[in-house]
Protein backbone atom coordinates (compact mmCIF):
# COMPACT_ATOMS: atom_id res chain seq x y z
CA UNK A 1 0.00 0.00 0.00
CA UNK A 2 2.77 2.34 1.09
CA UNK A 3 4.62 1.79 -2.46
CA UNK A 4 1.35 2.52 -4.36
CA UNK A 5 0.94 5.53 -2.73
CA UNK A 6 4.61 6.73 -3.36
CA UNK A 7 3.49 5.66 -6.92
CA UNK A 8 1.27 7.51 -7.61
CA UNK A 9 2.41 10.40 -6.33
CA UNK A 10 5.29 10.23 -8.45
CA UNK A 11 3.07 9.56 -11.11
CA UNK A 12 0.54 13.04 -10.20
CA UNK A 13 3.72 15.09 -9.84
CA UNK A 14 5.58 14.31 -12.98
CA UNK A 15 2.21 15.43 -14.83
CA UNK A 16 1.79 18.57 -13.30
CA UNK A 17 5.65 19.25 -13.33
CA UNK A 18 5.72 18.76 -16.41
CA UNK A 19 2.82 20.18 -17.93
CA UNK A 20 3.36 23.72 -15.39
CA UNK A 21 6.81 23.73 -14.19
CA UNK A 22 7.20 22.78 -10.47
CA UNK A 23 7.31 26.04 -8.47
CA UNK A 24 3.75 26.56 -10.17
CA UNK A 25 2.34 23.21 -8.16
CA UNK A 26 2.14 24.06 -4.09
CA UNK A 27 2.57 20.64 -1.94
CA UNK A 28 -1.30 21.24 -1.07
CA UNK A 29 -2.12 20.67 -4.43
CA UNK A 30 -0.26 18.05 -5.27
CA UNK A 31 -2.21 16.29 -2.36
CA UNK A 32 -4.85 17.51 -2.83
CA UNK A 33 -4.62 15.93 -6.76
CA UNK A 34 -3.14 12.57 -5.16
CA UNK A 35 -5.96 11.97 -2.94
CA UNK A 36 -4.24 11.96 -0.22
CA UNK A 37 -3.72 14.17 3.48
CA UNK A 38 -0.31 16.77 3.07
CA UNK A 39 0.56 14.77 5.80
CA UNK A 40 0.72 11.48 4.55
CA UNK A 41 3.17 13.50 1.49
CA UNK A 42 5.26 14.30 3.12
CA UNK A 43 6.25 11.49 4.88
CA UNK A 44 6.49 9.79 1.47
CA UNK A 45 8.55 13.28 0.28
CA UNK A 46 9.71 15.44 3.47
CA UNK A 47 10.17 18.20 0.36
CA UNK A 48 9.46 19.21 -2.90
CA UNK A 49 13.19 19.28 -3.60
CA UNK A 50 13.10 15.47 -2.80
CA UNK A 51 10.52 14.73 -4.64
CA UNK A 52 12.24 16.02 -7.53
CA UNK A 53 15.31 14.86 -7.31
CA UNK A 54 13.61 11.32 -7.06
CA UNK A 55 11.66 12.18 -10.16
CA UNK A 56 14.59 13.03 -12.00
CA UNK A 57 16.91 9.91 -11.41
CA UNK A 58 13.78 8.01 -11.67
CA UNK A 59 13.99 9.50 -15.35
CA UNK A 60 17.45 9.31 -16.20
CA UNK A 61 17.59 5.58 -14.94
CA UNK A 62 14.20 5.10 -17.67
CA UNK A 63 16.79 6.47 -20.31
CA UNK A 64 19.56 4.71 -19.28
CA UNK A 65 17.47 1.19 -19.46
CA UNK A 66 16.35 2.48 -23.03
CA UNK A 67 19.70 3.09 -24.61
CA UNK A 68 21.17 -0.34 -23.01
CA UNK A 69 18.12 -2.24 -24.27
CA UNK A 70 18.86 -0.48 -28.09
CA UNK A 71 22.69 -1.09 -27.59
CA UNK A 72 22.30 -4.65 -26.77
CA UNK A 73 20.07 -5.60 -29.50
CA UNK A 74 23.05 -6.62 -32.13
CA UNK A 75 20.36 -8.17 -34.40
CA UNK A 76 19.68 -4.69 -35.82
CA UNK A 77 22.56 -3.04 -37.59
CA UNK A 78 24.38 -0.54 -36.32
CA UNK A 79 23.06 2.76 -38.01
CA UNK A 80 19.62 1.57 -37.04
CA UNK A 81 21.16 1.13 -33.28
CA UNK A 82 22.42 4.97 -33.33
CA UNK A 83 19.48 6.01 -34.86
CA UNK A 84 17.29 4.65 -31.97
CA UNK A 85 19.33 5.96 -29.60
CA UNK A 86 19.41 9.74 -31.35
CA UNK A 87 15.49 9.04 -31.00
CA UNK A 88 15.12 8.03 -27.37
CA UNK A 89 17.41 11.03 -26.15
CA UNK A 90 14.88 13.14 -28.09
CA UNK A 91 11.41 11.96 -26.96
CA UNK A 92 12.91 11.44 -23.28
CA UNK A 93 13.65 15.57 -23.89
CA UNK A 94 10.46 16.28 -25.64
CA UNK A 95 8.31 15.24 -22.77
CA UNK A 96 9.32 18.35 -20.75
CA UNK A 97 8.02 22.03 -21.33
CA UNK A 98 10.63 24.32 -21.29
CA UNK A 99 9.40 25.74 -17.66
CA UNK A 100 9.88 22.65 -16.09
CA UNK A 101 13.46 22.39 -16.96
CA UNK A 102 14.20 26.10 -16.25
CA UNK A 103 13.32 25.17 -12.75
CA UNK A 104 14.65 22.03 -12.20
CA UNK A 105 18.06 24.00 -13.93
CA UNK A 106 17.44 26.88 -11.22
CA UNK A 107 16.26 25.38 -8.15
CA UNK A 108 17.67 22.16 -8.29
CA UNK A 109 21.03 22.49 -10.11
CA UNK A 110 22.75 19.53 -8.76
CA UNK A 111 19.95 17.20 -9.76
CA UNK A 112 20.53 19.31 -13.62
CA UNK A 113 23.73 18.99 -13.42
CA UNK A 114 23.31 15.05 -12.76
CA UNK A 115 21.37 14.58 -15.67
CA UNK A 116 23.39 16.41 -18.22
CA UNK A 117 26.30 14.73 -17.06
CA UNK A 118 24.85 11.30 -17.75
CA UNK A 119 23.51 12.80 -20.95
CA UNK A 120 26.86 13.98 -22.02
CA UNK A 121 29.11 11.03 -20.85
CA UNK A 122 26.74 8.37 -21.02
CA UNK A 123 24.62 8.67 -23.97
CA UNK A 124 27.84 10.19 -25.74
CA UNK A 125 29.79 6.65 -24.64
CA UNK A 126 26.81 4.86 -26.15
CA UNK A 127 27.00 6.48 -29.38
CA UNK A 128 30.92 6.80 -29.39
CA UNK A 129 30.11 2.88 -28.98
CA UNK A 130 27.78 2.58 -32.00
CA UNK A 131 29.89 4.96 -34.32
CA UNK A 132 33.61 2.93 -33.59
CA UNK A 133 31.31 -0.68 -34.65
CA UNK A 134 30.37 1.27 -37.68
CA UNK A 135 33.57 2.50 -38.81
CA UNK A 136 34.91 -1.14 -37.96
CA UNK A 137 32.18 -2.51 -40.27
CA UNK A 138 32.67 0.37 -43.29
CA UNK A 139 28.95 1.72 -42.65
CA UNK A 140 29.94 4.85 -41.42
CA UNK A 141 32.58 7.31 -42.28
CA UNK A 142 36.20 7.55 -40.86
CA UNK A 143 35.50 10.98 -39.55
CA UNK A 144 36.09 11.89 -36.18
CA UNK A 145 34.04 10.28 -33.46
CA UNK A 146 33.51 13.77 -31.58
CA UNK A 147 32.65 15.50 -34.37
CA UNK A 148 29.47 13.13 -35.25
CA UNK A 149 28.87 12.95 -31.34
CA UNK A 150 28.81 16.75 -31.44
CA UNK A 151 26.77 16.93 -34.49
CA UNK A 152 24.39 14.38 -32.82
CA UNK A 153 23.78 16.69 -29.87
CA UNK A 154 22.86 18.99 -31.90
CA UNK A 155 20.52 17.52 -33.58
CA UNK A 156 18.75 16.87 -30.09
CA UNK A 157 19.14 20.10 -28.24
CA UNK A 158 18.70 22.37 -31.23
CA UNK A 159 16.52 21.00 -33.80
CA UNK A 160 14.20 17.97 -32.75
CA UNK A 161 12.71 20.25 -30.01
CA UNK A 162 9.02 21.68 -30.18
CA UNK A 163 9.78 24.91 -30.87
CA UNK A 164 11.31 23.84 -33.81
CA UNK A 165 8.66 21.70 -34.59
CA UNK A 166 6.16 24.56 -33.53
CA UNK A 167 8.16 26.95 -36.20
CA UNK A 168 8.26 24.85 -39.08
CA UNK A 169 4.48 23.49 -38.32
CA UNK A 170 5.95 19.99 -38.73
CA UNK A 171 5.17 16.95 -36.22
CA UNK A 172 8.08 14.99 -34.43
CA UNK A 173 8.28 12.43 -36.43
CA UNK A 174 8.60 14.40 -39.92
CA UNK A 175 11.18 16.07 -38.42
CA UNK A 176 12.72 13.04 -37.38
CA UNK A 177 13.00 11.55 -40.66
CA UNK A 178 14.22 14.35 -42.33
CA UNK A 179 17.25 14.94 -40.24
CA UNK A 180 18.04 11.22 -39.81
CA UNK A 181 17.85 11.40 -44.23
CA UNK A 182 20.48 14.21 -44.07
CA UNK A 183 22.27 12.98 -41.08
CA UNK A 184 22.96 9.24 -42.66
CA UNK A 185 23.85 10.99 -45.93
CA UNK A 186 26.48 12.66 -44.35
CA UNK A 187 28.42 10.39 -42.53
CA UNK A 188 27.22 6.59 -44.27
CA UNK A 189 29.79 5.47 -46.39
CA UNK A 190 28.62 4.26 -49.73
CA UNK A 191 27.84 0.50 -48.18
CA UNK A 192 26.13 2.38 -45.03
CA UNK A 193 23.89 3.76 -47.94
CA UNK A 194 23.04 0.91 -49.57
CA UNK A 195 22.55 -1.50 -46.58
CA UNK A 196 20.45 1.42 -44.97
CA UNK A 197 18.40 1.56 -48.44
CA UNK A 198 18.20 -2.41 -48.48
CA UNK A 199 16.68 -2.49 -44.96
CA UNK A 200 14.00 -0.13 -45.88
CA UNK A 201 13.29 -1.42 -49.09
CA UNK A 202 13.10 -4.76 -47.72
Same mark, same amino acid.
Given at each position: ?????????????????????????????????????????????????????????????????????????????????????????? #?? =??? %?????? *? @?? &?????????????????????????????????????????????????????????????????????????? #?? =??? %?????? *? @?? &??????????
Amino acid at each position: MENQVRERIVDQSKELFFNRGVRNVTMDELASACGISKKTLYVNFPSKEELLHYIMMQLRDELVERVRCILSDTSQPVFSRLRDVINAVS #LH =SMQ %FAPIFL *E @DV &KRFQPGTWRELQAYKKNGIADAIRTLIHDGQAQGYIRKLPENFIIHVCFALIDDILTPETMLELSMPFHDLFEH #LM =SLF %FEGFLT *E @DG &KKAIYYIESS
